[in-house]
Nanobody
Framework: QLQLVESGGGLVQPGGSLRLSCAASGFTLEDYVIGWFRQVPGKEREGVTCISKSGTTLKYANSVKGRFTISRDNAKKMVYLQMNSLKPEDTAVYYC????????????????????WGQGTQVTVSS
């Protein structure tokens, strides 16, 4: 059974760092684009970053460029989101998602493309 489980969220002060993990099971990770998205109450889920099946293409939302880094370890079936220089506006529930249709060298930050989601992990940036 296909499953995604996020972890690593928590409370951090502005300027701090967190590393989120997404553990995959029940499928071959390299067959999927992986994306990290976030959502706050009352707002739509927004794309944060994605990594192509090949791992050669990374995309970031403008709001996180230079601060967040996505990576994947297909052998371990893990995807990571390193978040540095966190800001209060980064507070949200963070989700990892899977997308299968894109070519190996592409990824997109459109939620409509993603078919499977984890349960999310809360990130709160506050002093």
């Amino acid at each position: 059974q296909l499953q995604l489980v996020e972890s690593g969220g928590g409370l951090v002060q502005p300027g701090g760092s967190l590393r989120l993990s997404c553990a995959a099971s029940g499928f071959t990770l390299e067959d999927y684009v992986i994306g990290w998205f976030r959502q706050v109450p009352g707002k739509e889920r927004e794309g944060v970053t994605c990594i192509s099946k090949s791992g050669t293409t990374l995309k970031y939302a403008n709001s996180v460029k230079g601060r967040f880094t996505i990576s994947r370890d297909n052998a371990k079936k893990m995807v990571y989101l390193q978040m540095n220089s966190l800001k209060p506006e980064d507070t949200a529930v963070y989700y990892c998602g899977l997308e299968a249709r894109s070519d190996r060298g592409l990824c997109f930050l459109s939620t409509a493309l993603y078919n499977y989601w984890g349960q999310g992990t809360q990130v709160t940036v506050s002093s």
